[in-house]
């Protein structure tokens, strides 16, 4: 018999145990198997859907998956049940069902394991990704007009009162991106945009009118402004300083926010460490252009980075290294900012 089914036709043997809170540490092992492969499967469907993205995450879709289900198997001690395993079950009556029904039970506690696990892991590798996620979460928290609604363990946002319309395909990324892009720049708080998208989704009668929540955040973050400082601000306190001192201000600024940054992105292999340099040597150049009023192009971060890691195209510029490199660039650019207002 294949190992999975073997793994599967133990689990009310497991899940009695756990529930009567002497579960072995076999037992676990076991368990924990299971539940990774439940979240590897969906993890990869997200990948493939392109609502997840696990160049940008760094890790591979096994990685991603353990690091999801860690939180299910957390202990105090080497002989205690893990107490969320417990508190699920226990509220489930599970004497008397098949293996396969407890393995739908378990799917959706998984699902849950993952979207937070997902949320967390898109926090620490894209913090600005993860605050326009969770913005989004809150404004729907009070809308009476989205919802979120689970699917094949993914998030969606729903429009509330109107038919889904099921049987029709997805809106493209690319599409909601032209709808958002005609929306002013000036519009770029969160629950202006969530007021757009509602009315978008209402609208469409080419599409589904669920679109996944990670599609929809990816899509606000390339509307809202790039650089948070204006940059007329930043020139003007770049004017008064000799370009010497100019330039060792930035180099000292790259230099604090890449020691900062470090273990979050090389010692947890996130990023080479090559990688990782080209990107605050690039960075540390396009801010000598920005402040010298000579290029002020967010995109132009892509043709400084090529200079020192050649061979990248766009469309990979784009997938796997704009997000990061955007948001380190605004982390240099606001501590620069903050160390001539200083002198």
């Known amino acids: 018999m294949h190992r999975s089914k073997i793994l599967i036709s133990r689990l009310p043997e497991i899940i009695t145990a756990i529930k009567q809170g002497h579960c ?8 924990a198997e299971i539940c990774t492969s439940l979240a590897t499967t969906l993890i990869s469907y997200r990948i493939i859907r392109n609502s997840a993205n696990q160049f940008h995450l760094g890790l591979s879709h096994e990685d ?46 998984v699902s849950y ?7 967390r892991i898109y926090n620490e590798c894209d913090p600005t990704l993860g605050k326009i996620i969770r913005n989004i979460k809150i404004y729907i928290k009070t809308s009476p007009i989205l919802s979120i609604a689970s699917r094949f363990g993914d998030n969606y946002i729903a429009a509330a009162d109107v038919d889904a319309c099921r049987h029709l395909p997805e809106m493209p ?14 519009t770029s708080d969160i629950r202006s945009l969530m007021s757009h998208l509602a009315q978008i989704m209402v609208e469409t009668n080419e599409y589904q009118r669920t679109i996944p929540l990670v599609s ?3 899509v606000f973050r390339k509307h809202i402004c790039v650089c948070d400082i204006p940059e007329d601000e930043i020139q003007e306190e770049s004017q008064n300083l000799r370009t010497g001192d100019l330039k060792t201000i930035i180099r000292e600024s ?23 340099d080209c990107y605050f040597s690039s960075i540390e150049k396009y801010l000598e252009r920005l402040m010298a009023g000579t290029d002020g192009d967010p995109d132009s971060l892509y043709s400084v980075l090529v200079e020192f890691h050649p061979g990248l195209s766009k469309a990979e510029y784009r997938q796997y290294h704009k997000a990061t490199l955007e948001y380190l660039a605004r982390k240099c650019k606001k501590t620069c900012a903050g160390m001539m207002k200083r002198i």
Not at 72 to 96: H, K, N
Not at 173 to 186: F, T
Not at 256 to 276: D, I, M, T
């Open 64 to 109: 991603i998956a353990a690091d999801c289900v860690a939180d299910l198997f957390i202990r105090r001690s080497d002989d205690e049940v893990p107490s969320r395993l417990r508190s699920f079950f226990t509220d489930i009556e599970t004497e008397g069902l098949s293996p396969e029904a407890i393995l739908v039970q378990l799917r959706t506690l």
């Open 216 to 218: 929809v955040a990816q």
């Open 113 to 119: 394991a993952v979207n937070n696990g997902l949320f």
């Open 254 to 276: 790259c230099s604090q926010v890449s020691r900062s940054a470090r273990q979050r992105y090389v010692a947890k292999g996130k990023v080479s460490a090559h990688l990782y």
């Open 24 to 31: 072995s540490s076999r037992d676990t092992e076991q368990l």
């Open 173 to 186: 990324q690319e599409v909601l991106e032209g709808k958002i892009a005609a929306i002013p720049s000036a």
